[in-house]
């Protein structure tokens, strides 16, 4: 077999994966579109890699308002790969305790709200960590991790926790221990990654799914559309109008922070 066929066939295999979760990701739709339909916003973060899944739920052609995207360049601006700014130090960040803690001390968090926390080992301390401070104060997390490579993964935590620890709904990608699917004769470690493809389709089935929830309760959301699909200046009204809505949401998350 190819490496593309053998590649196709592996995602084949995590499009099944993913459709056994209909059920869980209909619980987690229902967190977030409870959420949202309070006015506020479901916290999604991702560090390495994982910030793809971030950026996948919004914003972006096909997502809507009333997601916070917790993206700290610091884990995940790793496109130099070396010197300032190199992989190396994003690495060592996403294992320091205490920064999570940091991250959530710029908003003021709510019952009301829910997580979204992306990693596929599940065991780096910044997620962890960031799933335990949510649960603290009664938020909702949703975890989309690889489960068989977290299972076979070690915590960086001295108790031995992982994100899934810290979750009310669990989700998994189908992605392999390691990660890499196609095994090339001669070569020593497997390439292509598949967890980016099961995480994608995880972020737009529940995407769509709290769509339907939002719809149903007469909130249905404003959808960024291309101009191909809308025409220039009804997309253009979209855009703006969506970007307000986040800018409104979003200001919710600063009025009480140090009182």
């Given amino acids: 077999m190819s490496p593309t066929l053998s590649y196709l066939q592996a995602c ?9 979760q ?11 579109a409870s959420t949202i339909l309070t006015g506020r916003m479901v916290h999604v973060f991702g560090s390495g890699h994982s910030r793809m899944m971030v950026e996948e739920m919004w914003p972006r052609y096909g ?20 010197g300032a700014n190199g992989q190396r130090q994003a690495m060592f960040l996403e294992n320091v ?20 926390i992306i990693s596929s080992s599940g065991c780096s301390l910044v997620p962890v960590e960031l799933a335990e401070l949510f649960q603290s104060q ?26 899934m620890d810290f979750a009310e709904v669990v989700l998994d990608t189908g992605a392999p221990i390691g990660d890499a699917m196609v095994q ?22 529940m995407k769509a799914e709290t769509a339907k ?4 309760a007469g909130q249905p959301p404003r959808a960024l559309a291309g101009a ?32």
């Fill in 12 to 20: 084949a295999a995590m499009v099944e994966t993913v459709a056994a």
């Fill in 97 to 116: 305790s205490g920064l999570a803690a940091q991250i959530l001390r710029n908003f003021d968090l709510k019952a009301t709200d829910s997580a979204l």
């Fill in 63 to 82: 997502s809507y308002p009333g997601w916070n995207p917790l993206v700290e360049l610091s884990l995940s601006f790793h496109n130099l790969v070396v």
């Fill in 184 to 205: 090339i004769p001669g070569m020593e470690m497997k390439v292509a990654p598949g967890s980016t493809v099961g995480g994608a389709m995880l972020i737009n089935c």
């Fill in 213 to 216: 929830l939002l719809t149903e």
């Fill in 138 to 163: 009664g938020i909702p997390v949703v975890a989309i991790v690889s489960k068989v490579h977290a299972d076979a993964s070690a915590s960086k935590r001295s108790d031995g926790k992982k994100l």
């Fill in 22 to 32: 209909e059920a869980s990701m209909q619980q987690a739709a229902a967190l977030f």
């Fill in 228 to 259: 191909v699909v809308v025409g220039a200046e009804r997309s253009v009204e979209i855009f703006q109008a969506a970007y307000d809505e986040h800018a409104h949401r979003l200001a919710k998350l600063f009025e009480n922070v140090g009182r």
